[in-house]
């Protein structure tokens, strides 16, 4: 370990901060750019979508039960389960699967 | 405070998984409690998260930061329309510094100026569910056999797939950003080039591209559903 976990905290801290208290400072009229608004509100999406995959088949003790966790978790979300439902699911399928498999 | 006891409940769950990942990526429970307490974000710690477990360069911390938690600036943007206009600077500030995708939820649910007190009541209880979730986490992380650590740690991905689905359902640009995503993460953690980057700096190049093409191809329309525009709207009505 080269870098010092108190210094990763503390940037991450600082950029964390900076983004939530920059604009209530600053910010004193609605952004305007469309094309802007457009980046901000498909950013969420994009980058959890890729953090999820495929790091979520890499968490897991084998590569199949984290994919299998996937698939039952987007169509759990896809019908409209609760966020509970969903994690638990996930969870259930990982334990399960690499019992029976 | 009321409202802010089933977010703390869901925030112990959540971040009991977030810990799970930091004990992982290699932190203390001290330094997880230390993480939480002052980020406050699911994605964005768990994007550090990373980072610190690739032992990347500082610059990727930051710049991952800043993707991650890039919606909070478009909350905070809209939160900052939300203010009555007399409001003190550190009113603004401390309730900026917990603007989390429930309490923002919460925040603009209500009708007219944002009331600091209410949020503080919030916060008072969502904070230590969120903090101490981690630390738990962390700990028991250590003790719990590797299946349940293994299963556990999907939970994570439940609440992202939980978040994204249902807006790719609704919405066809949505859904076709994150078949995209989920399509372009995959080959790009196998590619040459980007597969020698880290996990971390392939999220970053991902998002700012996608989400890019996304904003350049199909731009928002000015309707309601998207969550700056209800506000917008709702501001009209205060």
């Given at each position: 370990?080269?870098?010092?976990?108190?210094?990763?905290?503390?940037?991450?801290?600082?950029?964390?901060?900076?983004?939530?208290?920059?604009?209530?400072?600053?910010?004193?009229?609605?952004?305007?750019?469309?094309?802007?608004?457009?980046?901000?509100?498909?950013?969420?999406?994009?980058?959890?979508?890729?953090?999820?995959?495929?790091?979520?088949?890499?968490?897991?003790?084998?590569?199949?039960?984290?994919?299998?966790?996937?698939?039952?978790?987007?169509?759990?979300?896809?019908?409209?389960?609760?966020?509970?439902?969903?994690?638990?699911?996930?969870?259930?399928?990982?334990?399960?699967?690499?019992?029976?498999? | 405070?009321?409202?802010?006891?089933?977010?703390?409940?869901?925030?112990?769950?959540?971040?009991?998984?977030?810990?799970?990942?930091?004990?992982?990526?290699?932190?203390?429970?001290?330094?997880?409690?230390?993480?939480?307490?002052?980020?406050?974000?699911?994605?964005?710690?768990?994007?550090?998260?990373?980072?610190?477990?690739?032992?990347?360069?500082?610059?990727?911390?930051?710049?991952?930061t800043l993707v991650a938690n890039a919606r909070y600036l478009l909350m905070s943007c809209v939160i900052s329309q939300k203010f009555a206009p007399d409001t003190s600077i550190w009113h603004r500030i401390f309730v900026a510094f917990d603007i989390t995708d429930e309490i923002f939820g919460i925040t603009?649910?209500?009708?007219?100026?944002?009331?600091?007190?209410?949020?503080?009541?919030?916060?008072?209880?969502?904070?230590?569910?969120?903090?101490?979730?981690?630390?738990?986490?962390?700990?028991?992380?250590?003790?719990?056999?590797?299946?349940?650590?293994?299963?556990?740690?999907?939970?994570?991905?439940?609440?992202?797939?939980?978040?994204?689905?249902?807006?790719?359902?609704?919405?066809?640009?949505?859904?076709?950003?994150?078949?995209?995503?989920?399509?372009?993460?995959?080959?790009?953690?196998?590619?040459?080039?980007?597969?020698?980057?880290?996990?971390?700096?392939?999220?970053?190049?991902?998002?700012?591209?996608?989400?890019?093409?996304?904003?350049?191809?199909?731009?928002?329309?000015?309707?309601?559903?998207?969550?700056?525009?209800?506000?917008?709207?709702?501001?009209?009505?205060?």
């Amino acid at each position: 370990m080269q870098h010092s976990i108190w210094t990763y905290l503390f940037l991450m801290s600082a950029v964390t901060f900076a983004i939530r208290i920059v604009p209530v400072t600053l910010l004193r009229r609605e952004i305007q750019s469309r094309f802007l608004r457009s980046f901000l509100f498909y950013v969420p999406y994009v980058t959890l979508a890729v953090m999820t995959f495929p790091a979520i088949t890499e968490t897991t003790q084998t590569p199949v039960s984290g994919a299998l966790a996937l698939v039952g978790g987007i169509v759990l979300a896809f019908f409209g389960a609760s966020l509970f439902q969903v994690s638990a699911a996930c969870c259930i399928i990982v334990f399960v699967a690499e019992r029976v498999l | 405070m009321h409202d802010g006891i089933p977010i703390a409940l869901g925030y112990l769950v959540v971040s009991f998984t977030l810990g799970i990942a930091a004990r992982n990526a290699g932190l203390s429970p001290a330094e997880g409690f230390l993480a939480s307490l002052l980020n406050n974000a699911s994605a964005g710690e768990y994007a550090g998260f990373t980072v610190i477990a690739a032992d990347a360069p500082y610059l990727t911390i930051i710049l991952l930061t800043l993707v991650a938690n890039a919606r909070y600036l478009l909350m905070s943007c809209v939160i900052s329309q939300k203010f009555a206009p007399d409001t003190s600077i550190w009113h603004r500030i401390f309730v900026a510094f917990d603007i989390t995708d429930e309490i923002f939820g919460i925040t603009i649910a209500r009708k007219g100026y944002v009331a600091p007190f209410y949020n503080y009541g919030a916060m008072a209880v969502a904070m230590p569910g969120w903090s101490i979730g981690t630390l738990l986490g962390i700990v028991a992380g250590n003790i719990l056999p590797p299946s349940v650590v293994s299963a556990l740690s999907v939970a994570l991905y439940g609440m992202f797939l939980w978040i994204i689905v249902p807006p790719a359902r609704a919405d066809r640009v949505v859904g076709a950003l994150v078949t995209a995503s989920f399509a372009a993460s995959f080959a790009a953690a196998h590619i040459g080039v980007l597969a020698a980057l880290s996990a971390g700096t392939r999220t970053i190049l991902l998002t700012v591209v996608l989400a890019g093409l996304g904003a350049a191809l199909s731009p928002i329309a000015e309707k309601a559903g998207a969550a700056e525009n209800s506000a917008a709207s709702e501001k009209e009505d205060a």
